[in-house]
């Protein structure tokens, strides 16, 4: 789906009647529900890297800051897969990877890795199932903007215009609570936000949603085949 069908998609959602939703804030939200999304659910990428000293190789295209490292074969096509610990390295040059055992030089390893997602109007590697939830989440960002400001212009508000001008900052803030339940049960994921104890919520839930930022990227973990 092309960036046109999201920005569509989530104005359609919105339905900002004045107008207060700009391009600029529209592209924003998008962007963020990208990233969210990308965090939440990052794609998996594999290349075949070579490791020239036998130690350190440099990341393969696609990767990003915030990407690791899901699984690293070698030697390449046994059966059972053999692998080994290989883990992201900040160097002073910028990402690269180490192996946690010294292996041949100009070894090749199989890597497989996270990387997040693209939403540019030529690329779009948003799973199709999750367009629609991705959508929901920015449409979630600008209804909370919209009832941040109509709640704002109560102080400057008289007569009839008050009750309208609550009565818009409450549909906007219920219709961003919808929009971003919708995005966590679209994605099969639990609301951090839902009351604790609902289905969507809980502690644990939220433990759940928030394990993949504070992950350790730097500790060679022996993965087990």
């Given at each position: 789906?092309a960036?046109a069908?999201y920005?569509q998609l989530?104005?359609d959602m919105?339905?900002?009647?004045?107008?207060?939703?700009t391009s600029?804030?529209?592209?924003?939200?998008?962007?963020?529900?990208?990233v969210?999304?990308?965090?939440?659910?990052?794609r998996?990428?594999?290349?075949?890297?070579?490791?020239g000293?036998?130690?350190?190789?440099?990341?393969?295209?696609?990767?990003?800051?915030?990407a690791w490292?899901q699984?690293?074969?070698?030697?390449?096509?046994r059966?059972?897969?053999a692998?080994i610990?290989?883990?992201?390295?900040?160097?002073?040059?910028?990402?690269?990877?180490?192996?946690?055992?010294?292996?041949p030089?100009?070894a090749?390893v199989?890597?497989?890795?996270?990387?997040?997602?693209?939403?540019?109007p030529?690329?779009d590697?948003?799973a199709?199932?999750?367009?629609l939830?991705?959508?929901?989440?920015?449409?979630?960002?600008l209804?909370?903007q919209?009832a941040?400001?109509?709640?704002?212009?109560r102080?400057?508000t008289?007569?009839?215009?008050v009750a309208?001008t609550?009565?818009r900052?409450r549909?906007y803030?219920?219709?961003?609570?919808?929009?971003?339940?919708?995005?966590y049960?679209?994605t099969?994921?639990a609301?951090?936000?839902?009351?604790?104890?609902?289905?969507?919520?809980?502690q644990?839930a939220?433990?759940?949603?928030?394990?993949w930022?504070?992950r350790?990227r730097?500790?060679?973990?022996?993965r087990v085949p």
């Open positions: 789906m960036l069908d920005q989530v104005m919105v339905s900002d009647q004045d107008r207060a939703v600029d804030v529209l592209g924003r939200a998008i962007e963020q529900a990208r969210r999304y990308s965090i939440d659910c990052p998996s990428l594999v290349a075949d890297v070579v490791f000293d036998g130690q350190l190789a440099d990341v393969p295209e696609g990767w990003t800051d915030g490292v699984s690293a074969e070698y030697p390449i096509g059966e059972p897969l692998l610990d290989v883990a992201p390295y900040l160097s002073p040059t910028g990402w690269r990877l180490m192996a946690a055992d010294q292996l030089a100009d090749q199989r890597v497989t890795f996270t990387a997040a997602h693209e939403l540019t030529a690329a590697t948003i199709l199932a999750h367009r939830p991705v959508a929901q989440y920015a449409a979630h960002l209804c909370q919209l941040s400001r109509y709640s704002g212009e102080e400057s008289v007569g009839a215009d309208r609550e009565s900052a549909a803030a219920a219709r961003a609570n919808e929009y971003r339940a919708a995005y049960q679209g099969g994921q609301d951090p936000f839902a009351p604790a104890g609902s289905p969507a919520g809980g644990a939220a433990a759940a949603v928030l394990a930022p504070g350790a730097h500790a060679l973990v022996r």
